[in-house]
């Protein structure tokens, strides 16, 4: 997904490896943003909305090891304190290899909807906000490699347990009896050097659960794709997913009803029409397989069309979004407006 806030700390106690850390420098960054949405279904209220984060990040030589880094969103709302952070340990030609939770450095994770846009997503923000690429791969608390080999980068992600808790040092957590004591391993490879201007990928995951006798546990797996291709000011794109995604507990009957099978296709082109003005439409269609109780399946589409502004470090974007069959339910429909102002400090 993009974001127009991203923010990284970096720093690594030497204590955290079997080498001495030289000291490095940390340094500040910060955003800020106001939004202004119209939506015809769900909205009631103040459609005024801020939000703010701020970026603390260095590194620092690991002797004989590499690079090692700290990054840490800080966010000021939903929820207030860190919202995701990341520690990695760069070895050169060796590789990366990192903890992380939260910010999707590693694996599959790394393949999210890749179609160009001006702004956000056709899905943004709607009644299914979260209706996004659907993939097999961990959010948190996950281990993860990457390296480039070939012009091609690789990256793998590895997640011990299916949660997305944020432990604390000598803590534990994750495996217990609603989540079936499951792990997660997944990977992607990206290449952008091997025909000029188009950049490709694929990826793929797979979820188990050791104990699948409550009704309704079932392991899933994922492939997803992408290509973008890059024609002067116009950029075209598209990204495919096919997931049987794994679900947890429920009646036979409720599982039956909402499978967790989907399947992704997402389409965009974008626009730039100077160094400062861009604009986008974009296609996302997801189907909902045997959505229905009559074994039916329903796509919910969505469409999106977004103009970008940027001014230094401010950018006003304008966004439409609009989607039918929200959340695979036939019939059912939602379009927002949203007007965004961020800037960049």
Not at 38 to 67: C, E, H, R, W, Y
Not at 168 to 186: E, F, K, Q, R, V
Not at 232 to 260: E, Y
Not at 308 to 317: E, Q, S
């Amino acid at each position: 997904m993009n974001k127009l806030t991203k923010i990284g700390v970096s720093a690594l106690a030497g204590s955290l490896v079997a080498a001495s850390a030289q000291a490095g420098e940390l340094s500040a960054s910060g955003t800020w943003e106001l939004t202004y949405k119209s939506d015809d279904k769900t909205q009631t209220g103040n459609p005024f909305g801020s939000k703010s984060a701020i970026t603390l990040s260095g590194s620092g030589d690991v002797d004989g090891l590499g690079t090692a880094s700290f990054s840490a969103v800080i966010n000021d709302n939903n929820p207030v304190g860190y919202l995701s952070h990341l520690i990695t340990l760069d070895m050169g030609d060796m590789g990366m290899v990192g903890f992380d939770q939260g910010v999707g450095k590693f694996g599959v994770s790394t393949i999210d909807d890749k179609s160009p846009t001006a702004w956000e997503e056709s899905w943004h923000n709607t009644a299914n906000s979260s209706g996004g690429l659907i993939h097999s791969g961990g959010s948190g608390g996950v281990l993860g490699y990457s390296n480039s080999m070939g012009g091609f980068d690789l990256t793998v992600e590895y997640a011990p347990a299916m949660t997305t808790a944020d432990n604390g040092d000598g803590a534990a957590g994750g495996d217990n009896t609603s989540l079936a004591n499951g792990s997660n391993i997944n990977f992607a490879v990206n290449n952008s050097s091997l025909v000029d201007g188009l950049t490709f990928g694929f990826g793929a995951g797979s979820t188990e659960y050791d104990d699948e006798a409550v009704v309704g546990n079932e392991d899933g797996s994922s492939v997803v794709g992408y290509a973008n291709y890059v024609m002067g000011p116009a950029t075209v794109g598209i990204t495919l997913s096919d997931s049987n995604n794994a679900r947890l507990g429920g009646t036979t009957a409720s599982v039956n009803a909402n499978a967790g099978a989907r399947e992704v296709e997402a389409y965009g082109i974008a626009f730039a029409v100077n160094d400062n003005l861009s604009i986008s439409y974009n296609e996302h269609n997801m189907t909902y397989k045997k959505k229905n109780s009559d074994g039916a399946d329903v796509e919910q589409e969505s469409t999106g069309i977004a103009i970008a502004y940027t001014m230094g470090g401010a950018t006003l974007a304008i966004q439409n979004n609009s989607m039918d069959n929200v959340t695979g339910t036939a019939g059912t429909n939602d379009e927002i407006t949203e007007i965004s102002l961020s800037l960049a400090f």
